[in-house]
């Protein structure tokens, strides 16, 4: 019975795919790998132009290796998430350091750079058919509603029965094909509010749908407090256009981007105040921006701009370069096209 709704799955699957870039017939390890760290927080519509200008200037795992930190960043520019693009490039480095090729399962996956449970599963599955269960978002979703899983499928006692659940509809068919299926139908059919159950592989056996309850399953987590944050942002701007940027150095978040000097305002409502104590020396009459607004995971930041304009301004260090805001060549943010925007003339 399970190898007959595993087909159904599967058939379901290669009926229904979305047509995305990094899925052909002859899964490249290397395609998979990177499509699977976009994936991660960043909606499909985003990623599939940053894929493929990714995979063009950097087409295999030597030349990702080979590159310099910042300009793997700034081809990330857009998808936010930055450490994801520096333990990328970790990852290249330390295969290329192995040998040069991508370990082929789940266990040797995990030795890796940036590679945890989640993504190693994806990658074994996907490339290599290991038969292992991909437990995302969209595919505990579907498990718990057609399981009518009473417990949180992140517990250890979920994952353990949708881990079975789809190791059964994997008998007989392609491991990756059974996992990216149940993905596909989460992000598309079995949808958090309202699914369209019609036409669902898993209809006749959703346990959530015999009893109406779709909107129960998976219990609802307790979601991450929001943190409230007022910024202030020193632009300068010359006379040609340019803008002032340095590398951010601290903090976990925009570390190793390119941005005008930022500061934690907190309650100091005197945006030109701190805006002036960020500019290395006096520079023109300041002009304030209107505020623009900023998410970085569960942060919400305001962000005020104050702007500088120059005549001649001799950068204090070399950290610190004047950019083309239309094409900064380095790596940024979509923080600095907001803040471009807020002040533009």
Same mark, same amino acid.
């Given at each position: 019975?399970?190898?007959?709704?595993?087909?159904?799955?599967?058939?379901?699957? =290669?009926?229904?795919?979305?047509?995305?870039?990094?899925?052909?017939?002859? #899964?490249?390890?290397?395609?998979?790998?990177? &499509?699977?760290?976009?994936?991660?927080?960043?909606?499909?519509?985003?990623?599939?132009?940053?894929?493929?200008?990714?995979?063009?200037?950097?087409?295999?795992?030597?030349?990702?290796?080979?590159?310099?930190?910042?300009?793997?960043?700034?081809?990330?520019?857009?998808?936010?998430?930055?450490?994801? /693009?520096?333990?990328?490039?970790?990852?290249?480095?330390?295969?290329?350091?192995?040998?040069?090729?991508? *370990?082929?399962?789940?266990?040797?996956?995990?030795?890796?750079?940036?590679?945890?449970?989640?993504? +190693?599963?994806?990658?074994? @599955?996907?490339?290599?058919?290991?038969?292992?269960?991909?437990?995302?978002?969209?595919?505990?979703?579907?498990? +718990?509603?057609?399981?009518?899983?009473?417990?949180?499928? #992140? @517990? +250890?006692?979920?994952?353990?029965?949708?881990?079975?659940?789809?190791?059964?509809?994997?008998?007989?068919?392609?491991?990756?094909?059974?996992?990216?299926?149940?993905?596909?139908?989460?992000?598309?059919?079995?949808?958090?509010?309202?699914?369209?159950?019609?036409?669902?592989?898993? @209809?006749?056996?959703?346990?959530?749908? #015999?009893?109406?309850?779709?909107?129960?399953?998976?219990?609802?987590?307790?979601? =991450? /407090?929001?943190?409230?944050?007022?910024?202030?942002?020193?632009?300068?701007?010359?006379?040609?256009?340019?803008?002032?940027?340095?590398?951010?150095?601290?903090?976990?978040?925009?570390?190793?981007?390119?941005?005008? *000097?930022?500061?934690?305002?907190?309650?100091?409502?005197? @945006?030109?105040?701190?805006?002036?104590?960020?500019?290395? $020396?006096?520079?023109?009459?300041?002009?304030?921006?209107?505020?623009?607004? $900023? $998410?970085?995971?569960?942060?919400?930041?305001?962000?005020?701009?104050? =702007?500088?304009?120059?005549?001649?301004?001799?950068?204090?260090?070399?950290?610190?370069?004047?950019?083309?805001?239309?094409?900064?060549?380095?790596?940024?943010? &979509?923080?600095?096209?907001?803040?471009?925007? /807020?002040?533009?003339?």
């Amino acid at each position: 019975m399970a190898r007959m709704k595993g087909r159904a799955l599967v058939d379901w699957f =290669r009926n229904n795919a979305r047509a995305l870039p990094w899925r052909n017939d002859n #899964r490249d390890p290397y395609h998979v790998v990177v &499509s699977e760290f976009m994936l991660q927080q960043t909606q499909v519509d985003r990623v599939v132009p940053r894929f493929e200008a990714f995979v063009a200037r950097f087409p295999n795992i030597a030349s990702l290796a080979a590159a310099e930190e910042d300009e793997v960043v700034e081809e990330w520019s857009g998808l936010g998430y930055y450490r994801r /693009a520096r333990m990328l490039h970790r990852l290249a480095e330390a295969v290329v350091d192995g040998g040069g090729d991508l *370990p082929n399962t789940a266990a040797g996956l995990e030795e890796l750079p940036g590679i945890g449970p989640y993504t +190693a599963a994806a990658v074994a @599955s996907l490339a290599w058919g290991e038969a292992v269960p991909v437990l995302d978002g969209n595919t505990m979703r579907v498990g +718990a509603r057609v399981l009518a899983l009473a417990h949180d499928p #992140r @517990s +250890a006692e979920g994952r353990r029965r949708l881990e079975a659940w789809i190791l059964a509809l994997m008998e007989n068919q392609s491991p990756g094909e059974v996992n990216e299926a149940l993905m596909e139908l989460g992000a598309t059919v079995c949808a958090p509010v309202e699914p369209e159950c019609t036409g669902c592989p898993c @209809s006749s056996d959703c346990a959530a749908k #015999r009893l109406g309850r779709q909107q129960d399953f998976p219990p609802p987590r307790r979601r =991450r /407090a929001t943190v409230s944050l007022r910024w202030v942002a020193a632009c300068i701007v010359r006379a040609d256009g340019r803008w002032l940027v340095h590398r951010v150095e601290e903090g976990p978040i925009l570390r190793g981007l390119w941005l005008p *000097p930022l500061a934690d305002a907190g309650e100091d409502r005197d @945006s030109v105040e701190v805006a002036g104590r960020l500019v290395p $020396h006096a520079v023109g009459l300041p002009v304030v921006g209107p505020a623009v607004r $900023h $998410h970085i995971t569960h942060r919400k930041i305001d962000v005020f701009p104050v =702007r500088f304009d120059v005549d001649r301004f001799d950068p204090p260090s070399d950290a610190w370069i004047w950019v083309d805001p239309r094409d900064p060549g380095v790596p940024t943010s &979509s923080l600095f096209e907001k803040l471009v925007a /807020a002040v533009s003339r």
